[in-house]
């Protein structure tokens, strides 16, 4: 049944007065006339790192995903549904995904945000695919997720390992006039599949040689080998695929050996986390990461509710999260249902505000709209420089 005019308006102002975010949202259609939904609850499942060495990828997911639920649950749910939140921790390690994934499915879960790395990413997918449910990931950015056309059920709002690479190599060439490269990697699906294509794109432009090409083990106490191998090859730059930990020990070690030589690495490394466990050696590091965002007024009450929720600053990927969040909740409630084929077509044809601004999605599961910026560690931050 429609609502009538009025009771449309009193949603609106409550919504106004809780968030003023989800207000703009509603605009859009959270309360789009639409048939019932069957189950109870719509079941979100979050999935991603929770716990160990990668979890500061994860929980910020978990925390947007959260702030803009619990703002719906207060102004009523989507289409007078609760919002149920089904959180699962993969440790970002594939044999775990496949669990997780499996364990989703069976509780119910009618769409998925998640995973976070795209190792785990990989592996969780043909469950879902199986199941007929979405999955949509902030953070997940190997091209071949999306560009295979294996997995028509994922979706992700941050950009992929090929334009990564390809800021990372444009700014080591043109920027840093690095001439010779070494391309570090850490062997896994993100890792190593941006290390092939930062490799690709320099032997294209005929301006700078990849001089050394080499995976590291992770977890690995001791890179002293490969960071020998460095200095020997005499590299103006590094570009690192992979993630903090290997990243921290690598520079670190490079710096105690008194190499200047420049670091450039990935999102996988624009972490505080990396800058903790690096410390002064963290400092002119570069790292791509997804554009600042910081003046958009929803990003701005997004990082304020997180603040006055959790008593702190959001992590990686809190924006790319938030932004999932947003398109994943509107594309359920203008869809009307938890049907995979009709949330498919909203979020292929319709915008949602977010963090990014509008964005909707392109045929193979893209976001419209976002892209990768530098940053650099200076004083014990990341700053963007370019």
Same mark, same amino acid.
């Given at each position: 049944? $429609?609502?009538?005019?009025? *009771?449309?308006?009193?949603?609106?102002?409550?919504?106004?007065?809780?968030?003023?975010?989800?207000?703009?949202?509603?605009?859009?259609?959270? /309360?789009?006339?639409?048939?019932?939904?069957?189950?109870?609850? +719509?079941?979100?499942?979050?999935?991603?790192?929770?716990?160990?060495?990668? %979890?500061?990828?994860?929980?910020?997911?978990?925390?947007?995903?959260?702030?803009?639920?619990?703002?719906?649950?207060?102004?009523?749910?989507?289409?007078?549904?609760?919002?149920?939140?089904?959180?699962?921790?993969?440790?970002?390690?594939?044999?775990?995904?496949?669990?997780?994934?499996?364990?989703?499915?069976?509780?119910? *879960?009618?769409?998925? +945000?998640?995973?976070?790395?795209?190792?785990?990413? =990989?592996?969780?997918?043909?469950?879902?695919? #199986?199941?007929?449910?979405?999955?949509?990931?902030?953070?997940?950015?190997?091209?071949?997720?999306?560009?295979?056309?294996?997995?028509?059920? @994922?979706?992700?709002?941050?950009?992929?390992? #090929? %334009?990564?690479?390809?800021?990372?190599?444009?700014?080591?060439?043109?920027?840093? !006039?690095? =001439?010779?490269?070494?391309?570090?990697?850490?062997? !896994?699906?993100?890792?190593?599949?941006?290390?092939?294509?930062?490799?690709? /794109? +320099?032997?294209?432009?005929?301006?700078?040689?990849?001089?050394?090409? &080499?995976?590291?083990?992770?977890?690995?106490?001791?890179?002293?080998?490969?960071?020998?191998? +460095?200095?020997?090859?005499?590299?103006?730059?590094?570009? /690192?695929?992979?993630?903090?930990?290997?990243?921290?020990?690598?520079?670190?070690?490079?710096?105690?050996?008194?190499?200047?030589?420049? @670091?450039?690495?990935?999102?996988?490394?624009?972490?505080?986390?990396?800058?903790?466990?690096?410390?002064?050696?963290? &400092?002119?590091?570069?790292?791509?990461?997804?554009?600042?965002?910081?003046?958009?007024?929803?990003?701005?009450?997004?990082?304020?509710?997180? =603040?006055?929720?959790?008593?702190?600053?959001? !992590?990686?990927? /809190?924006?790319?999260?938030?932004?999932?969040?947003?398109?994943?909740?509107?594309?359920?409630?203008?869809?009307?249902?938890? &049907?995979?084929?009709?949330?498919? &077509?909203?979020?292929?044809?319709?915008?949602?505000?977010?963090?990014?601004?509008?964005?909707? @999605?392109?045929? $193979?599961? #893209?976001?419209? !709209?976002?892209? @990768?910026?530098?940053?650099?560690?200076?004083?014990?931050?990341?700053?963007?420089?370019?």
């Amino acid at each position: 049944m $429609q609502m009538s005019f009025n *009771a449309l308006e009193e949603q609106r102002v409550k919504m106004n007065r809780c968030s003023p975010v989800l207000a703009g949202i509603f605009i859009l259609g959270f /309360f789009f006339a639409a048939p019932a939904m069957g189950a109870d609850t +719509i079941k979100i499942g979050v999935a991603g790192a929770h716990s160990g060495d990668l %979890a500061s990828y994860g929980l910020p997911t978990v925390k947007a995903v959260e702030l803009v639920v619990n703002d719906l649950n207060a102004s009523g749910g989507i289409n007078g549904k609760k919002i149920e939140l089904l959180v699962e921790d993969d440790v970002c390690k594939p044999e775990v995904a496949t669990n997780t994934a499996t364990k989703l499915v069976s509780q119910g *879960a009618h769409i998925v +945000i998640g995973h976070i790395c795209s190792g785990a990413t =990989k592996a969780a997918l043909p469950i879902y695919r #199986d199941a007929g449910i979405i999955v949509m990931s902030p953070s997940a950015t190997n091209p071949a997720l999306t560009q295979s056309g294996e997995y028509p059920n @994922f979706y992700r709002t941050i950009a992929a390992d #090929d %334009a990564q690479a390809k800021t990372e190599v444009d700014f080591a060439i043109n920027i840093i !006039g690095a =001439k010779k490269i070494a391309v570090i990697h850490d062997k !896994g699906d993100y890792g190593k599949g941006l290390a092939e294509f930062a490799k690709t /794109f +320099i032997e294209q432009s005929g301006k700078a040689e990849v001089i050394l090409y &080499e995976g590291v083990t992770p977890g690995a106490l001791d890179y002293s080998a490969v960071v020998q191998k +460095i200095k020997r090859s005499d590299a103006d730059a590094v570009i /690192f695929g992979g993630y903090h930990p290997e990243a921290s020990k690598i520079v670190t070690q490079m710096r105690k050996k008194r190499m200047d030589t420049v @670091f450039i690495s990935d999102d996988g490394v624009k972490d505080e986390t990396f800058i903790k466990v690096a410390g002064k050696y963290a &400092e002119g590091v570069y790292a791509t990461g997804p554009a600042d965002v910081t003046s958009n007024p929803i990003t701005q009450a997004a990082r304020k509710a997180h =603040k006055k929720t959790y008593e702190s600053d959001p !992590g990686a990927f /809190f924006d790319n999260a938030y932004a999932a969040a947003l398109a994943v909740t509107n594309a359920l409630a203008r869809a009307g249902s938890t &049907e995979s084929a009709a949330i498919a &077509e909203v979020l292929r044809q319709e915008d949602v505000a977010t963090p990014f601004g509008l964005i909707h @999605f392109d045929e $193979q599961g #893209d976001a419209t !709209g976002v892209g @990768f910026s530098i940053y650099q560690v200076q004083n014990g931050t990341y700053v963007q420089v370019k």
